[in-house]
């Protein structure tokens, strides 16, 4: 068996993964097949069409499509096992930054979570479809045809719905469970130095400084953390953000490429095309 790396292998170019969130509808025709899965995001699985086994390192579990799972990121195995027709399921992918951003926002959540060790071993959360579930499920699947931009405004929204829901429905379990996903404060810190120098002027070596380690050090931390070399990830991301403010149909390229680091307008437009396969001055005809 191969190894899927989710969600990354359902976008032709990588830019795309690096969003905080991601919904892909997921259907697969023929007979049932077991899958490896290297899962860099946590993930909101709803299973529509089909069974399916999930095989983790302690445990085990099998849902139909009366139910659903929430998966915390890591490896496992999983079978799926094909309906009438087909298999289907929507998944929604979250990052660890909307777990951080959600207890920011709502922290006496937090105060009302008591310990609970068990949940802090669990590798899932089971989840029972029930009338607000079914119209969430089919909210999202009206928004696929939306521009990433948008897409990801109102997912952030939906993540924040589903996750309020899913604590008054469930109480302190969901609460224990979803605290377990919280990174240690260490990994914590070193993503926010990260994410809030992405669209500085700072090199590797200035930012590994910030994060009171060696660039070797901060280079192997980085790649534990976002399975992707530093260099290509802030590229990346700094380019999505560029994207983002031409696609606002309010500058042109000439007026930022200095503000995510390059040295010319040359440079920008070829980095830009290299990554989204058109150039920037042409953001509005996607």
Known sequence: MNVSNLPDLFFQSGHDALSELNIINYEVNGSSSKNKINMSKHVLSFLMEGQKEVHFSNKSVSIDTKQSLLIRSGNFLMTEHIGDTYFRCLLFFFSQKNIDGFFLKYPHLVSEIKIN?????????????????????NSL???????SSTLQNILRLKFEEIMLYL?????????????SLLVDEK????????????????????????????????????????????GKWFQRMRLNKAREILNGNKVKPSEIYMDFGYDSLSNFSTAFKNEFGYSPKHVHSF
């Not at 699947?141 to 521009?147: C, G, V």
């Not at 070193?190 to 120098?197: A, P």
Request: glycine share 0%.
């Open 187 to 230: 990994s914590l810190s070193f993503k926010t130095i990260v994410e809030k120098n992405i669209c500085t002027h700072l090199n590797l070596e200035e930012i590994a400084f910030l994060c009171n380690m060696s660039l070797s050090t901060f280079k192997r931390q980085f790649v534990q953390i976002y399975q992707v070399p530093p």
């Open 117 to 137: 060790s068990k949940a802090e071993r669990e590798p899932y959360f089971r989840l029972e479809k029930d009338e607000f579930i079914n119209y969430f499920i």
């Open 141 to 147: 699947e009206q928004i696929f045809h939306l521009q």
């Open 167 to 179: 604590t008054d429905k469930y109480s302190e379990e969901f609460l224990a469970y979803v605290r």
